[in-house]
């Protein structure tokens, strides 16, 4: 068996090409099959997602389900963005029920009965951290990128994004869902967004020892076994580990503009070249996305998981007409001029109000 097939995709009938489906030993395999386009979501992708998740989930003879991604680029690099940016502006009405299915489908993981394992190999970002952290097992390659990098298109980290990233520990999902930056293996399975680490040169005997699993009655232990002969659950030398005092210390700060001056105020030490790289990349944000983003976090971070995604949905409502995420989108995909002119140009214009008007009525 080669290295690549952990991601060679059977042949299906009937199924669109963008999902493939399949059981073997008792496993359902979906793959992600659009790698053209890093395997984003479309919204018949989600739709046909969950069809086959609902089907086995009534199927006593389906005892497990894997997702993973084919290619080598990505698991899953979010939504497909553009195609909402497009539907909003005609008047389509497709981005209404994608963000709808696709909250639902990610809900329908996180409550699924039936044990769900992630293989991340390549770029998770965005609506793909939605569908893998909310499995039980997410594998992760030395090639991993982990990310929400939604306030860069002037967004904030959703489906479920409000809930996972409030549950890191210290500060660290504050500032992974604030700046958008990505992790690798190592920062990955110490922030608990992966539980293990398997080479991708290994992916291709995953795939094997998948295929071979005796089955008990305690299939999401079969799998744990199975998986503890193949990975580690840590990698030396996670970068955040380093970083962790001063992201508690500046990310606990009351506001973005707090963070912001804080880390520019840093004249010495080692962290003072990733103080102000910080301060710069919050500045590239916007700032009416920055300033949600923080509220949205510190709310789930007391909140149940249906709350958070209630609290996603309510925002989102109100967002593609009163958030930046119009302007995001222009400036890194359509036009790519890399200059959005956001609502407020700075943090210094924002104002509590304006802001606090996406949380009324919730």
Known sequence: ??????????????????????????IGFLTLNRPAGLNALTLDMVRRLTTALQRWAQDDAVYAVVLRGSGEKAFCAGGDVRALYDS???????????????YALDLLLHQYRKPLLAVIDGYCLGGGMGLAQACE?????EHGQLGMPE????????????????????????????????????????CGLADWHVPRVRLAELTQRLADIRWTDTPLKDLQNLLARLGTQA??????AELRPAIDHFFAQPDVAAIQQQLRQVNLGASR???????????QRSPLALAVTLQMLRRGRHASLEACFAQETHVGKLW????????????????KDKQPHWRHSSLDELAPAD???FFEGL
Do not use: K
């Open 1 to 26: 068996m080669t290295v690549n097939a952990m991601n060679a995709l059977p042949t299906c009938t009937g199924l669109d090409p963008h999902v493939v489906a399949q059981v073997s030993n008792h």
């Open 88 to 102: 909003y502006l005609g008047g389509h009405g497709l981005h209404e029920a994608f963000f709808t299915e696709e």
């Open 137 to 141: 097992l997410r594998v992760v390659t």
């Open 151 to 190: 306030t860069a298109i002037g967004f904030f980290p959703d489906v479920g994004g409000s809930y996972f990233l409030s549950r890191i520990p210290g500060e660290l999902g504050t500032y992974l869902g604030l700046t958008g930056q990505r992790v690798g293996a190592a920062d990955a399975l110490y």
């Open 235 to 240: 990698l030396p030398q996670p970068p955040l």
């Open 273 to 283: 070249d990733w103080a102000l790289a910080t301060a710069n990349l919050l500045e």
């Open 320 to 335: 593609l007409e009163h958030g930046d995420f119009l302007e995001g989108v222009r400036a890194q995909l359509v036009d």
């Open 355 to 357: 802001w606090e008007t």
